[in-house]
């Protein structure tokens, strides 16, 4: 501070301070001097005692007022070397939470293909040619509640698949999960049609760049069936809870990739077959005396047949297993005048409720695919799909009426109950899309850790 009182004393001015022009001048040069010293100074002084504790601040871009940020700023704000955020990457995702448990989230992009652009849509689910007059079913995307989930992407995908065959085992969900997958891969390279049977419920394609061979296997109950007309119900159906349907067993050697389920065809009128003697039925109404053990009794015989068999050391094939489906008929079912009509999905924090068959079917799944996960010696090489609770909240997104063109073409009363609804399978483009993202995480993930 005595350079400060020097600088002072230099420029001290004596009597009137309004004197004479040539005084004034004077005065105002040296108080200049003075303030430029003292600023210089004052610089100095703080330079050497302290450190801005500010450092490197960056603006964020203003808020979109809608609440939805579009793809393309996202992806500019991740890639963007100065952003501050880390981004959990994609081979950790799956340790970090449970990416079966989240939200659906606002998705402005909408799905990677269209109806028009896909030529793999099955009638049924092609809800937009059918006539949905709605389309926000289509701009919502999974959120997993405590971290993020990487987008499929089906370049990567391929090149992981190369020489490579992935097959679908199940039913109807299993064929609609599969041409959903198609359609996201369609958008890179077209897929060649090389299998089908008679009524094309399985089918076989390869993409020739990659030689990557992908298939779904019909196999509804995953065990060996038959199936007689009777005068009564239609059909009856003979279930061997102890074979396994060779229809997939048989081909089971050649896959790399399995995706295997069951569900709903449990709940049909079946008769049980156990060491070549039937053992009891579900819901026969009593027919030939037959004792009632129900689906829950047979569901869950299917799946440890199942699971012991991809389980065993010598299969090669990296093997999930995916969870039932809950469908949303309200105010009835197929054939008495169920329909779902929502728009909107349900949020996972107050809405949505499981039936209870579909309660039960997912205790018996986990149940059985931990205690085959667990047993010493198993193969590993098994991982779950959960889609159920995802899926639960999607009620906006199944095909309803517009599982047919024009559904209500000629119908005088036009209320939904009117026209057969489609409750339980999806639209495509839709929400089942989205099992893909979900699909690729665990599979690529296990393939991974099992390199390493």
Request: charged letters at 20%; one cysteine or more.
């Amino acid at each position: 501070m005595d350079s400060l009182r020097l600088i002072s004393k230099s420029i001290k001015i004596e009597g009137n301070p309004f004197g004479s022009s040539h005084q004034r001048n004077q005065i105002f040069l040296k108080s200049v001097a003075f303030f430029l010293l003292i600023g210089l100074a004052y610089r100095f002084i703080i330079t050497d005692s302290t450190v801005s504790p500010v450092t490197n601040v960056q603006t964020l871009p203003p808020a979109d007022p809608s609440g939805l940020t579009s793809i393309a700023q996202a992806q500019a704000s991740l890639d963007s070397p100065g952003n501050i955020t880390t981004i959990i990457p994609s081979q950790n995702v799956s340790t970090k939470c449970d990416i079966f448990i989240g939200n659906w989230v606002p998705d402005p992009s909408g799905p990677v293909y269209t109806n028009v652009s896909c030529r793999h849509i099955q009638d049924y689910q092609n809800c937009l040619k059918n006539g949905r007059p709605d389309v926000n079913y289509l701009q919502w995307r999974w959120q997993p509640r405590d971290c993020d989930l990487p987008r499929f992407n089906p370049e990567q995908f391929l090149d992981n698949m190369r020489n490579k065959w992935l097959a679908f085992i199940g039913d109807s969900i299993s064929r609609n999960h599969v041409q959903s997958l198609i359609c996201i891969l369609s958008q890179v390279e077209e897929v060649e049609d090389i299998y089908h049977d008679k009524e094309y419920k399985s089918k076989i394609w390869r993409f020739p760049s990659y030689n990557f061979t992908l298939s779904v296997i019909w196999s509804p109950f995953l065990l060996q069936t038959e199936t007689f007309e009777n005068n009564v119900n239609g059909v009856d159906i003979q279930l061997h809870l102890d074979k396994l349907d060779q229809k997939w067993t048989d081909q089971y050697i050649n896959f790399d990739y399995v995706v295997i389920s069951g569900g709903k065809w449990f709940l049909k009128t079946t008769i049980f077959h156990e060491n070549n003697t039937v053992t009891g039925c579900h819901y026969c109404q009593g027919k030939n005396n037959l004792t009632e053990l129900g689906y829950l009794y047979s569901y869950r015989k299917a799946l440890r047949l199942v699971l012991d068999f991809v389980a065993e050391p010598n299969h090669k094939a990296q093997v999930l297993f995916r969870t039932t489906t809950p469908d949303h008929f309200e105010n009835g079912e197929w054939d008495s005048g169920g329909f779902c009509n929502r728009t909107m999905p349900f949020t996972e924090s107050n809405e949505g409720e499981m039936k209870s068959e579909d309660v039960s079917m997912r205790d018996i799944e986990l149940e059985e695919f931990y205690k085959t996960t667990k047993q010493e010696g198993s193969n590993s090489n098994i991982g779950l799909l959960d889609t159920t609770s995802m899926s639960l909240l999607r009620p906006d997104g199944h095909p309803g009426p517009y599982r047919y063109l024009n559904p209500f073409a000629g119908v005088k009363n036009k209320e939904l109950n009117q026209v057969q609804n489609d409750c339980l399978h999806w639209c495509l483009p839709g929400p089942i899309d989205s099992w893909n993202d979900l699909m690729v995480e665990v599979m690529l993930n296990r393939e991974r850790q099992r390199r390493e």
